[in-house]
């Protein structure tokens, strides 16, 4: 039986979208697993849906489609939706007019070290200033995402978040699994118009040597979901519990491509005793409709990192 085609991951350049006097053109890339046809859409703010025509080209983003946005267009949330055999997933950007909002421009970003052994976390800072009618000024009070995208692959995640301070300063930190590209990235707002820094490459280091697996459960208590599992690994010939390793939560929204697991700023340590409970864990978040969760492990210098089986959001 042929494999069920997958959507991974959407991309949009450039971002965010900015009208001006001229034409803006957009490129909307795709990665996808056993698609031999990838058909899509791109829905306006007003409802207006026009046809995508998507080619086939090399991967990590294995097709392409390509739509001009005029000076007239509608701002606001755009969407893409993209459909492979029975597979459907949407990615959502800002489209922005100048001249009516201040301009967020990246004064610097910068990672921490730029070599990263695997599993360690790395410190992404920078400022962030306001352009409007010639004037500049702190960026102020504004959030920042912090979004990583490994080697070879197509579409970015978010690891971080962040908020600038009254000099438009920020920090964040980030756990690295592999070497690739960070940004920082200033979402649209009803006074602000958007940026995407220029990316930062981090290197990972360091071999990983022995296996790790995450078993993994979630359940609704309340207004919560409830995580909870156990990290084993194989340091010899057989499997044992790891205990005060850092786990990390993701969560991917509903029609998303399956690639798009978010960091929600959730983490918490495996237990290391008793042996019994050694490398279990619990942590609690907010609880969402509709999605999928994940944990992740991002691994040492001797364990490789793991990633569980995503389960549905209860």
Same mark, same amino acid.
């Given at each position: 039986?042929?494999?069920?085609?997958?959507?991974?991951?959407?991309?949009? /350049?450039?971002?965010? $979208?900015?009208?001006?006097?001229?034409?803006?053109?957009?490129?909307?890339?795709?990665?996808?697993?056993?698609?031999?046809?990838?058909?899509?859409?791109?829905?306006?703010?007003?409802?207006?849906?026009?046809? =995508?025509?998507?080619?086939?080209?090399?991967?990590?983003?294995?097709? =392409?489609? *390509?739509? /001009?946005?005029?000076?007239?267009?509608?701002?606001?949330?755009?969407?893409?939706?993209?459909?492979?055999?029975?597979? $459907?997933?949407?990615?959502?950007?800002?489209?922005?007019?100048?001249?009516?909002?201040?301009?967020?421009?990246? #004064?610097?970003?910068?990672?921490?070290?730029?070599?990263?052994?695997?599993?360690?976390?790395?410190?992404?800072?920078?400022?962030?200033?306001?352009?409007?009618? +010639?004037?500049?000024?702190?960026?102020?009070? =504004?959030?920042?995402?912090? *979004?990583?995208?490994?080697?070879?692959?197509?579409?970015?995640?978010?690891?971080? #978040?962040?908020? /600038?301070?009254?000099?438009?300063?920020?920090?964040?930190?980030?756990?690295?699994?592999?070497?690739?590209?960070?940004?920082?990235?200033?979402?649209?707002?009803?006074?602000?118009?958007?940026?995407?820094?220029?990316?930062?490459?981090?290197?990972?280091?360091?071999?990983?040597?022995?296996?790790?697996?995450?078993?993994?459960?979630?359940?609704?208590?309340?207004?919560?979901?409830?995580?909870?599992?156990?990290?084993?690994?194989?340091?010899?010939?057989?499997?044992? +519990?790891?205990?005060?390793?850092?786990?990390?939560?993701?969560?991917?929204?509903?029609?998303?491509?399956?690639?798009?697991?978010?960091?929600?700023?959730?983490?918490?340590? *495996?237990?290391?005793?008793?042996?019994?409970?050694?490398?279990?864990?619990?942590?609690? /978040?907010?609880?969402?409709? +509709?999605?999928a969760w994940r944990v992740e492990y991002f691994? *040492?210098?001797?364990?490789? +990192?793991?990633?569980?089986?995503?389960?549905?959001?209860?």
């Amino acid at each position: 039986m042929q494999p069920a085609p997958e959507i991974v991951a959407i991309e949009v /350049t450039p971002q965010p $979208v900015v009208l001006d006097t001229g034409e803006v053109a957009l490129r909307i890339e795709a990665s996808t697993v056993n698609a031999t046809r990838l058909r899509g859409r791109l829905l306006s703010p007003d409802g207006t849906s026009v046809p =995508l025509d998507f080619t086939a080209q090399p991967p990590p983003c294995n097709w =392409l489609a *390509t739509h /001009t946005l005029r000076p007239a267009d509608r701002e606001g949330t755009w969407r893409v939706e993209a459909r492979a055999g029975r597979a $459907v997933a949407g990615y959502e950007f800002d489209v922005d007019r100048r001249g009516t909002k201040a301009e967020a421009r990246f #004064e610097s970003f910068d990672a921490e070290p730029r070599q990263v052994p695997r599993g360690d976390l790395v410190r992404l800072l920078g400022r962030v200033e306001l352009v409007k009618n +010639g004037a500049s000024g702190p960026g102020a009070r =504004l959030p920042v995402e912090i *979004t990583f995208q490994e080697q070879e692959t197509c579409g970015r995640r978010r690891f971080a #978040e962040a908020v /600038t301070d009254d000099l438009g300063r920020f920090s964040a930190q980030a756990p690295v699994m592999e070497s690739g590209e960070w940004r920082a990235e200033v979402r649209s707002g009803p006074e602000v118009i958007g940026v995407l820094s220029a990316p930062v490459f981090v290197e990972a280091t360091a071999e990983q040597k022995f296996a790790t697996r995450l078993d993994y459960e979630v359940l609704r208590a309340g207004g919560n979901t409830v995580h909870s599992g156990r990290l084993r690994g194989k340091p010899g010939s057989s499997w044992q +519990g790891l205990g005060n390793q850092r786990i990390w939560v993701f969560y991917r929204k509903p029609g998303a491509p399956s690639g798009a697991f978010n960091s929600v700023n959730k983490s918490t340590l *495996t237990r290391d005793s008793p042996i019994l409970s050694k490398g279990r864990f619990e942590v609690r /978040t907010g609880s969402k409709n +509709g999605g999928a969760w994940r944990v992740e492990y991002f691994g *040492t210098n001797l364990a490789a +990192g793991a990633v569980s089986a995503a389960r549905p959001a209860p």
